[in-house]
Structures are given as C-alpha cells and as structure tokens.
C-alpha cells in the first residue's frame, strides 16, 4: 500500500483503486498512514477530491454489504465520508477537508 496518492491526474476520472486505497486506510488504525494520505491530498482540485470521496464511500459501501470489515466502524466512516463529500461544495479548502478527513477516520 502507498502512503501517498500519485500526483494528482489532469482531466479525467480518479482510478478507483485510489479509492480502494482510501478505503483501507481509513478503516486501518495507522494514523501515520491515513494523516501521510490525507496531507498529500492537499494539493488536489476540490472536483478531483470529490469523486475520490464519491468512490471511496461506494467502497465503504461494498465492504459493508459483503461484510467486509467492522459493521459500526465501517457505518461511521462511509457516513464521515458522505459529510466530507457534501463539505465539498461549500467553501472550505482542501487542507480543511484533508485534516477533517483524517482526525474523523481517528474518531471512528
């Protein structure tokens, strides 16, 4: 697993393993991992980080009806995501979103 997204791609549709990736980090408990991830985020478009955040919840989403992971831990992240993803259109930075990212996926 990397412990930082390619550079961000120009045009076009995210890969979803970035999202898979996402997904694994968020549900693991190495903050070191999840906080490297999210601070390399920082530099992405905020349309970009939407649809990584979009495919990362379909991710959670999965996992959650093949079961596979913790039930409540994995509820409690796809709903942070989906807060995360609906903060996106308001007018906070990546930055903002990248830490809240972070410590959320903490507090799971």
């Known amino acids: ?15 979803r ?10 549900e693991g408990r190495d903050e070191l991992s999840r906080l490297t991830f999210a601070l390399a985020l920082e530099k992405w478009e905020k349309a970009e980080l939407s649809v ?3 495919d990362t919840l379909s991710v959670l989403r999965d996992k959650l009806l093949t079961g596979g992971g913790e039930v409540r831990r994995l509820m409690g992240l796809a709903e942070h995501v989906k807060t995360l ?3 996106c259109e308001f007018n906070l930075g990546q930055g903002h979103l990248a830490g809240w990212l972070a ?3 903490a507090a799971q």
């Open 103 to 105: 410590a959320g996926a």
């Open 17 to 26: 393993q970035e999202a898979v990736e996402l997904a694994a980090l968020l």
């Open 85 to 87: 993803r609906s903060a």
């Open 52 to 54: 990584l955040l979009d």
């Open 1 to 15: 697993m990397r412990l930082q997204p390619p550079a961000q791609p120009e045009g076009g549709r995210l890969p």
